[in-house]
Structures are given as structure tokens and as C-alpha cells.
């Protein structure tokens, strides 16, 4: 099954940390949404076309640079390669159209992680690239060929090459549920892929006439209507709305969330409500409880859950086994201070009970979780860090409870001694 995409509601953000395992921007050093991308390709649809509606759909805001012919000359040793598309981001550029549309996808959740569908999925984009090959060759002004010649290879390209592509991509949609996409039910790096061929294609008068009269595939006929619908649709949904995280005026479980995304540079409202107006609010959460994040057009809910989403979005979530463990370990352990602090606090008990759970709290729970988290970090690599060199979601955790409870002026004489040891 494939990840959830970034612009659909999903039933558990949390899944999406074993879902993503294929690839996550840490092994490759670049932080994709930390600052606005750059697209750099020509003043038409071509290789770029694909990516720009990937990004589009998905709500990614990007600098969509088109370069004039005339200028490329001037523009060309700019880019490691000497060609376009390159997508740059914080000063690094990705290269290779194919690398860039296979990267997004994974990293925006239109791409399968189950080696089988993504083996189905690259055979479609390949043979999309052979066909691309065939109309190049016959219809493109570059093509070296004699005009006599490619006047033959455009008649055989009509006569054999567009049915024996278009069939074969018929059958892929006729094997589909609802024949909606190229593979599986939702849209993937491969429709992607056959919509930018598609709209490269339709430049040529001779080809969007072919298109547009041929019956001998009506499926792949209503799939391009149907998915360039879609893609408009996406269009018209207004500009790109930045987050918003809901929760009380107060540090407490929401605290880490804000953290992590004032680190990661993202531009969110803190949307912070008062407690005397959240009983008239509370019904309009999902699980009448915060915090909640709206961000891709969807609610997210529950704080661990919106945590691991969020840290494997701004790459603050390790995905090689080991430092994950030690990750999740550590979140889990500065959560268990605060849901002990959480449980006695506000129990509700008589005054008595009460008091003996507070002093079990303080001399049984927390030194013991305050010990097992030095231990870690005595033992990592790096003491600024709770888990190897950077900022992983451990950290935005500690330093959540930290703002609330360690740290706080009103909690903080019962836990400094014991923080002293």
C-alpha cells in the first residue's frame, strides 16, 4: 500500500513512519521544505511539466523559473549538469528529471513503497520515456534528421508506434479498479509522468489531433481528461495556506510541536485558545481534545501521531533502525514525565491521595526516566544532542517538557534537585 499523500486525510499520521522507510532526506542532506524551492526548465511543458504538477498537487509552494531560449547559453554552465530541469533548494540542486520525479514522489507520498507496485510503477515511467524517444526523434525541431525522413517516421509513428504505446497503457488503466490511474487507485509519480508527456506532446497540432479523434482507446482518452480535470481543479483551491497548530495558551503537549516547526523554518499560526473559550470550541476538534494540526488541506490529531509526521517531513526522525530506536525511546521516556505529572495533577482526588501520588511521582518516576535519559545521552556521540550531531524529535520533546515543567518557574523547585544529580 502506498503512503498517504500530503493532500489527503489520512487515519494515521504515525503510519507514515514505516510506510517512508524507502527514502527519507537524510540520507541525501537536503531538507526539501525548509525554504522556497526553485524550479529552473524552459518556457514549456517538456520534462518539467510532470514536476510542476506533482508540486501543484501536493500544495507545495515552488519558484517556477522558466528560461528564454535566447538566454540559455548564458544560463547553462549555472547547472551541474549543463541541462534543465534542476530543482534547488537551500543552494543545492537535484538534477535528472527521472531522480527529481521519483524523489518528490516518495517524499510527498505518490509513490509505492512495496518493491513489486514500485517496480510496476518505474516500468510505466520507462516506457513513457520510450515513447517520449519515438515523438522526439519524428516531431521535435532539433531532430537531426532529413525532412524527408522524419516525414516518414512521423507517418509510422501514427501508424505503429502511437498504437502499440497507447495499448499498452490502455491495458494498464483497463487493469485498474476503476481505471482511474496508471497504477492503483490514486495518483502516482507515473500519472504524473504521462500528463507532462501528454501536455508536451499536444504542442504539435498533428499530435493533439490524433488524440483528440482517435476511439481505438477511450479509457486512455477519458484518463487524460479526467486527470488534467483534477490537476486544474487542484489550481482553482486558492493559494497555499500555511499550517496551523491549535492548542492551549500554555506550553504542555503542544509546546514540542511549535518547537519543531520554529527550527525547521516553517511559517505556521500558533493558534492558542484561551480555556475559558474552549468548551464552546471543544466540538469542533476531531477528538474534542488538542493539539491539532491543520496542514495540507486536512486535520491531524492525536500529539505523537502529528510529532513523527511532522519529524519525518523536516527530517528531525532517523530512519536507520538503530538511532530511530533510541528516538522513539526518548520521546516515549520525556512523555512518561509528563504524563506522570499530568495523572496526579489533575486526578481530582482527595487532597491526601493526591499527595502521596505527587510523592511517589517525585521520588519513584522521574528520577529513574531523568536517569535513563542521561544515561543516552551520555552515551551519544555529541552531548548537544540527545540522539547523534543535529535536532531529532527527542530533543523538540525534552525541550517541550522542559519549557513546562522542568524549567518552569512555578515546577521548577521539585525537579531541580533531583535534575542536580
Known amino acids: ?78 547547472f551541474e549538469l549543463g541541462q534543465v530541469p534542476v530543482l534547488e533548494c537551500h543552494g543545492k540542486q537535484l538534477t535528472q528529471s527521472y531522480a527529481i520525479m521519483l524523489y518528490l514522489g516518495r517524499l510527498y507520498g505518490y509513490m509505492y513503497t512495496c518493491p513489486y507496485a514500485s517496480s510496476e510503477i518505474l516500468a510505466i515511467m520507462n516506457t513513457w520515456d520510450d515513447f517520449n524517444m519515438k515523438f522526439g526523434s519524428a516531431f521535435m525541431p532539433q531532430s537531426p534528421f532529413e525532412p524527408a525522413q522524419k516525414t516518414a517516421m512521423q507517418e509510422e509513428f501514427f501508424k505503429t508506434d502511437f498504437n502499440f504505446f497507447m495499448g499498452f497503457f490502455e491495458g494498464k488503466l483497463k487493469a485498474g479498479e476503476k481505471h482511474d490511474y496508471l497504477f492503483g487507485n490514486q ?4 500519472d504524473f509522468y504521462a500528463l507532462g508527456t501528454y501536455k508536451q506532446m499536444r504542442t504539435d497540432p498533428r499530435v493533439a489531433g490524433k488524440y483528440d479523434t482517435q476511439t481505438e482507446f477511450p479509457l486512455m482518452k477519458a484518463y487524460f481528461a479526467a486527470r488534467l480535470k483534477e490537476l486544474e481543479d487542484k489550481g482553482k483551491a486558492g493559494p497555499f495556506k500555511k499550517p496551523k497548530l491549535s492548542y492551549f495558551d500554555m506550553p504542555g503537549r503542544g509546546e514540542a510541536c511549535r518547537l519543531l516547526l520554529r527550527q525547521a523554518k516553517v511559517d505556521f499560526e500558533d493558534a492558542r485558545i484561551g480555556f475559558q473559550d474552549w468548551p464552546k470550541l471543544k466540538e469542533s476538534f476531531p477528538l474534542k481534545q488538542l493539539p491539532v494540526l491543520e496542514i495540507d488541506g486536512r486535520q491531524l490529531v492525536q500529539n505523537d501521531a502529528i510529532m513523527q509526521f511532522l519529524s519525518i517531513r523536516y527530517d528531525f526522525l532517523p530512519m536507520k533502525p538503530d538511532k530511530y530506536y533510541r528516538v522513539i525511546f526518548l520521546a516515549n521516556t520525556v512523555r512518561d514525565i509528563y504524563d506522570g505529572y499530568v495523572r496526579y495533577y489533575f486526578s481530582g482526588l482527595p487532597e491526601a491521595a493526591k499527595t502521596k501520588m505527587e510523592t511517589d511521582y517525585f521520588t519513584n518516576s522521574v528520577p529513574v526516566l531523568l536517569k535513563a535519559i542521561e544515561k543516552r545521552l551520555t552515551e551519544n556521540k555529541s552531548q548537544e544532542y540527545l540522539v547523534g550531531r543535529k535536532y531529532s524529535m527527542a530533543d523538540f520533546y525534552m525541550l517541550g517538557v522542559s519549557k513546562w515543567l522542568l524549567l518552569n518557574p512555578q515546577t521548577q523547585a521539585k525537579y531541580e534537585p533531583i535534575l542536580k544529580t
Open 1 to 78: 500500500r502506498r503512503p498517504p499523500r500530503s493532500t489527503q486525510g489520512v487515519s494515521s499520521a504515525a503510519s507514515d513512519v514505516y510506510k517512508r522507510q524507502g527514502i527519507n532526506a537524510e540520507y541525501m542532506g537536503y531538507k526539501m521544505e525548509k525554504g522556497p524551492m526553485k524550479l529552473y526548465y524552459f518556457d514549456m511543458p517538456g520534462r518539467a511539466e510532470g514536476i510542476r504538477m506533482l508540486l501543484h498537487h501536493a500544495g507545495v509552494p515552488f519558484e517556477d523559473v522558466r528560461i528564454k531560449f535566447e538566454n540559455w547559453p548564458a544560463e547553462k554552465p549555472k
Open 187 to 190: 495518483i502516482t509519480v507515473a
